[in-house]
């Protein structure tokens, strides 16, 4: 059996509309020019050092790019191809149809462009799909931490709302057309935001400490003022030598900052 995987890189989201009358947020979304600039930094110096310490490595990175942000994505996209990332604009129906004859199962990585992985993150994801399509994975519980101050804690999501680190699986049936594709994401309860994803019936809770929920001052929900996101965090770790520990099973360095 052919298994195939992809880390999705997102840079589609559609939080400028959501948030078309709160000029604040909207303002920390793709649809500012400074969000590209800033999110580049980012990527540099925190996505990609954690996509290259991954343990497992037959994955493919993915950039998913919404229409209409080819100029203000620029830059941002001659980094991502240096990685060897593959880019869209045509959403993840693009994806579907370049492995529709490449594998049985893929296995889509859901992968916020701001976040983290842990090094051993996708060898989880790799170990715990069980040939099962339908089935959905992810983690609830690991470190929130801040890129501009170096501010970090545990973060605790093992009740309300899941973060957004996840991965589905799909079979090769569900491939083959944008039809096919859709009918298999609501017969397996897979049309759904992360923060429904406990509602999904072949769910898989996978271990503690493998994502860092990021912070920076750009985000559209996650913020230390913000209650939903501070209720989660169950622990402050200040000390230093504790962070440099956590952020080494990242790839990372702990004097990082953008």
Request: with cysteine; glycine share 6%.
């Amino acid at each position: 059996m052919k298994i195939c995987y992809a880390a999705v890189l997102h840079f589609d989201n559609a939080a400028g509309m959501l948030y078309k009358d709160d000029p604040k947020r909207r303002a920390r979304t793709i649809e500012n020019p400074r969000w590209w600039p800033q999110r580049q930094k980012i990527l540099e110096r925190f996505v990609f050092p954690s996509l290259n310490a991954q343990t497992f490595k037959k994955f493919d990175v993915w950039g998913l790019f919404r229409k209409g942000t080819e100029k203000l994505s620029r830059d941002l996209r001659a980094s991502l191809k240096i990685l060897g990332c593959t880019m869209t604009h045509d959403g993840p129906q693009a994806i579907r149809n370049f492995y529709k004859d490449k594998c049985d199962l893929l296995v889509l990585i859901h992968h916020d462009s701001d976040d983290m992985f842990s090094k051993d993150a996708f060898k989880l994801f790799s170990q715990k799909h069980k040939n099962h399509p339908g089935r959905v994975m992810f983690f609830e519980v690991g470190y929130i931490y801040d890129y501009t101050s170096g501010r970090m804690g545990e973060y605790w999501a093992d009740d309300g709302c899941p973060p957004a680190f996840h991965a589905m699986v799909y079979d090769n049936y569900s491939l083959q057309s944008e039809r096919n594709w859709n009918e298999f994401r609501h017969g397996h309860g897979l049309q759904v935001f992360h923060h429904q994803l406990r509602k999904i019936p072949k769910k898989v809770i996978l271990p503690p400490w493998n994502f860092v929920q990021a912070v920076h001052g750009t985000n559209t929900t996650t913020a230390w003022k913000n209650r939903h996101t501070i209720n989660k965090v169950k622990r402050m770790i200040v000390d230093e030598d504790e962070k440099a520990k956590v952020l080494a099973k990242f790839g990372v360095t702990a004097d990082v900052r953008i």
